[in-house]
């Protein structure tokens, strides 16, 4: 199976910090303007998921969803979360980190459009 999400080196080892420091954690990217262009990360209690999230995967443990809208948007591409130097300047539990989670993104080859991971709507 295609895989819908990775992440890189970074992303994973501000995970596990962010994990070791506010217990389970998840992503939700709603694809709006401002905030919802990146990733949020939150403690895994405190997201309450909507009928239309969708979950695309997982990282290291933590889950990852998207808005509909972005999902609609982004199906046909692999996601990639990384963590680069910087500020979110956001409510996202990275800010005060010294980094800040991104996505960044690539298509799908044919070969794995066949083969893609089921999603979870809701």
Known sequence: MA????GTPSAI?????LTAQHGPIIFFQSGGCCEGSGPMCMPANEFRKTPSDVKVGEVDGAAFYMGHSHFQFSENTHTILDAMDASSGSFSL???TGKAFITKGRLF???ELKDLSPVEIG
């Open 3 to 6: 895989e819908r999400i990775s």
């Open 109 to 111: 080859t044919d070969e």
């Open 94 to 96: 990275d800010c005060g």
């Open 13 to 17: 080892a501000l995970i596990r910090q």
